[in-house]
C-alpha cells in the first residue's frame, strides 16, 4: 500500500516555473515507478514525466520535454516536477502516481489527490 500527495500547485504566468512534490509513504519506494500525469477540464487524462523504479530512467511527453524535469529522492520519498517556461496549455490538475515495477506508462495502481495547475497568458 502506497499513500501520495502532492503539493506545489498555484497560479502563475507564462514563461514562469513550478516545483510540484509528490510525498510517498508505505512500501519499498525505490520498487515503484513514479509518475505525473495531467488533466484539463473536458480533456482525458494524459501522461506527463515518469521515472522508473531502480535507475531512476525519467521519461516525458514531448509537450514538456525540455520544460519539466522529474526526479526522485528515495531517501525522503519523494517525487519531484520542475516545469520551466510554463505556457497556459498546462493549466490542469497534475496527479502523481506509483507503480509497483511498472512502465513508465504504468500499470499505476495507486494516485494522489491532486494539486492545481493554473497559467494565464
Known amino acids: 500500500q502506497v499513500h501520495l500527495r502532492e503539493s506545489g500547485g498555484g497560479l502563475v504566468q507564462a514563461g514562469e516555473s513550478l516545483r510540484l512534490s509528490c510525498a510517498a509513504s508505505?512500501?519499498?519506494?525505490?520498487?515503484?515507478?513514479m509518475g505525473w500525469f495531467r488533466q484539463a477540464p473536458g480533456k482525458e487524462r494524459e501522461f506527463v514525466a515518469a521515472?522508473?523504479?531502480?535507475?531512476?530512467?525519467?521519461y516525458y511527453a514531448d509537450s514538456v520535454k525540455g520544460r519539466f524535469t522529474i526526479s526522485r529522492d528515495s531517501p525522503k520519498m519523494t517525487v519531484y516536477l520542475q516545469m520551466n517556461n510554463l505556457r497556459p496549455e498546462d493549466t490542469a490538475v497534475y496527479y502523481c502516481?506509483?507503480?509497483?515495477?511498472?512502465?513508465?506508462?504504468?500499470?499505476?495502481?495507486?494516485w494522489g489527490q491532486g494539486t492545481q495547475v493554473t497559467v494565464s497568458s
Open positions: 502516481p506509483a507503480g509497483w515495477r511498472s512502465d513508465y506508462l504504468g500499470p499505476y495502481s495507486y
Open positions: 508505505g512500501s519499498p519506494f525505490s520498487r515503484y515507478t
Open positions: 521515472v522508473s523504479y531502480g535507475a531512476g530512467i525519467p
